[in-house]
């Protein structure tokens, strides 16, 4: 019987491993983080969908619900609604912050910027405001006598002066504008950093090549950024549907409900109208949709599982 070197065995004593072989003991080092991740995160989940089961009011004794409260999600028109403006936002907060993004990191790349920090920093503010400051500033400029009414009737464009906030069909895009202002500066600072790892040799051979601006960013550029897009389209997908501060401040889901989404739906339900179950379900209906979407982009950007 041959043994290998390094795996002798011991009759009576526990076998040797090799250096860098999986031991049980290694799941004692996540424990701590693990109970913390349980207590205040899986705990809760569990809680909520629980909840979703029930009709209660957050006082009163609860009673059985079965699935009525996500029936409500596809039969309610306002959940529904709700939901819509919530993937509609999306274009604002994901897929224009991260076009912006690769287009100002593109154009950096290629050209020095004197200041070039300054400019970094003061893109990347909005991401160190919190988003109460944010939603105060903006509904200020955006109301009827705001800056940005004032300027219109100043350059002579007065007839383009609306309440934007208060206003049906603009209220949702202003609200998706003021978002597509914080995430840019995330995405660009992003994208600035993958830029510097991408080996100026491609730039180089491109070139070369007689690679124009365009083909370079086809071909050298996006290939190259394709972790960071994969990070910034997660990040800005799971900030655009758990929005929740920027439409409580601006707008409190109005007019009517035209800027409603799910977590500002979660809050009036729970807090306003005491359906708990239906709000409960509304959080766990959300918590699905942020999966699935972060794993299909994980999926689709990076060509592997996340």
């Known amino acids: 019987m041959t043994r290998r070197r390094g795996h002798r065995t011991h009759p009576g004593r526990y076998r040797r491993r090799a250096p860098g072989e999986p031991r049980a003991v290694g799941y004692l080092y996540i424990l701590p983080a693990l109970a913390l991740y349980t207590a205040f995160l899986l705990y809760p989940f569990g809680q909520s969908v629980w909840l979703s089961f029930l009709h209660w009011d957050g006082l009163t004794r609860a009673t059985p619900a079965g699935l009525d409260n996500y029936r409500d999600l596809v039969t309610d028109p306002g959940l529904r609604a709700s939901f819509g403006h919530a993937l509609l936002l999306l274009v604002f907060y994901s897929a224009l912050p991260v ?30 405001l919190a988003l109460i400051v944010v939603g105060v500033a903006w509904r200020s400029i955006l109301a009827p006598d705001g800056l940005l009414n004032d300027t219109l009737r100043a350059v002579g464009l007065g007839s383009l002066a609306r309440p934007w906030l208060g206003d049906y ?7 998706g504008l003021v978002g597509t202002w914080v995430g840019t500066g995330l995405c660009m600072v992003l994208f600035l950093a993958g830029v510097q790892r991408i080996p100026r040799e491609l730039y180089e051979a491109a070139r070369v090549d007689g690679a124009g601006p365009v083909r370079e960013f086809r071909t050298v550029t996006l290939p190259g950024l394709r972790p960071q897009i994969a990070v910034a389209l997660t990040l800005t997908i799971v900030a655009g549907l758990r929005n929740f501060d920027l439409i409580y401040i601006t707008t409190a889901g109005g007019p009517g409900n035209a800027t409603s989404v799910p977590a500002y739906e979660v809050y009036h339900r729970a807090f306003e109208t005491n359906q708990v ?7 766990v209906a959300l918590t699905v949709v942020i999966l699935t ?14």
């Open 169 to 175: 069909d603009w209220a949702l895009p202003a609200v």
């Open 277 to 283: 179950g239906s709000a409960a379900a509304i959080g």
């Open 293 to 306: 979407l972060t794993v299909a982009v994980s999926r689709l950007v990076e060509g592997r599982r996340p």
């Open 99 to 128: 076009a912006i993004g690769l287009l100002l990191a593109a154009v950096l790349a290629r050209t020095r910027v004197r200041g070039m920090a300054f400019f970094r920093t003061v893109l990347f503010l909005p991401q160190v």
